[in-house]
């Protein structure tokens, strides 16, 4: 298991880009499957974009092509850059493994607004 702290977050117009990243702590980084997860009020928590101990991505449709996520094993990060953002995008944004492992942490914000 990992523990993971995610941090990038804040408010952006329309159209504009983030990038995530999520520190991670203990050798569990190198072997397990990762992932960036999101949760807008009053919905549940959905799976955004995985990524494998390998490097195969995938993504949910409503950010392929929009979103890249990315994991340098050296410095336990994974990364999620976010483009072309839209409104539906503000969500409360966590990492984790795949499938799920430990706690979750507090998450960071992502506000898309004008």
């Known amino acids: 298991q990992v523990q993971l702290v995610e941090s990038g977050g804040g408010l952006v117009q329309p159209g504009g880009s983030l990038r995530l990243s999520c520190a991670a702590s203990?050798?569990?980084?190198?072997?397990?499957?990762l992932g960036w997860y999101r949760q807008a009020p009053g919905k549940e928590r959905e799976s955004v974009a995985t990524?494998?101990?390998?490097?195969?991505?995938n993504y949910a449709d409503s950010v392929k092509g929009r979103f890249t996520i990315s994991r340098d094993n050296v410095k336990k990060t994974v990364y999620l850059q976010m483009n072309r953002l839209r409104p539906e995008d503000t969500a409360v944004y966590f990492c984790?493994?795949?499938?799920?492992?430990?706690?979750w942490g507090q998450g960071t914000q992502v506000t898309v607004s004008s």
């Open positions: 203990g050798r569990s980084f190198t072997i397990y499957n």
């Open positions: 990524i494998t101990s390998g490097g195969n991505t």
């Open positions: 984790n493994a795949v499938p799920v492992l430990g706690p």
